[in-house]
């Protein structure tokens, strides 16, 4: 009886720590006209299974304005171990322009991670995650992003 009632309470247990990991956040909600133009600025076709990105199909993973420009903008997760190596993940962000046609900005292999810190006309700074203890941090110079640190846990490191 103990020993059922403690299975039952660990699979409790194993559920909540689930659900309230970040790792399984929802997928925001993407109108359709905006998921297709999306998808297409960043590269991808669209297959019976869903939008192939270079290695799989494709997650829109962020759907909100990340510059304060009052347009949205997306990141789109690509996942392979074979194209992306020991990170397995690879992203695209795309920017609504004010003609409503959606732009890539940016592609890179590893874990984005939007910081405080911004660059020209307010773009977050980006530190490219994945494993290892030393990451480059891009900043928006206007034209496109470059390197302009590497931190580790929000303090600066070297290669």
């Known amino acids: 009886m103990i020993v059922k009632f403690m299975k039952k309470r660990l699979f409790l247990s194993t559920c909540?720590?689930?659900i309230s990991n970040s790792n399984f956040a929802q997928?925001?909600?993407v109108p359709k006209t905006d998921t297709e133009a999306i998808f297409k600025a960043?590269?991808?076709s669209?297959?019976?299974?869903?939008?192939?990105?270079?290695c799989d199909i494709g997650e829109i993973t962020t759907?909100?304005?990340l510059n304060g420009d009052g347009r949205k903008d997306a990141i789109i997760k690509d996942s392979s171990s074979v194209c992306y190596g020991r990170t397995g993940v690879g992203y695209y962000i795309v920017s609504q322009q004010r003609n409503g046609k959606w732009k890539p900005l940016f592609s890179n292999s590893g874990i984005p991670e939007l910081l405080k810190t911004t660059g020209k006309n307010g773009w977050p700074d980006i530190e490219n995650g994945g494993p290892g203890f030393c990451f480059a941090v891009y900043r928006w110079d206007g034209q496109e992003y470059k390197v302009h640190?590497?931190?580790y846990e929000g303090k600066a490191c070297e290669l």
């Open 63 to 65: 759907y909100k304005d």
């Open 46 to 54: 669209k297959t019976k299974y869903g939008w192939e990105g270079n």
């Open 42 to 44: 960043a590269g991808f």
């Open 16 to 18: 909540l720590l689930l």
């Open 27 to 29: 997928t925001p909600q």
């Open 149 to 151: 640190r590497y931190e």
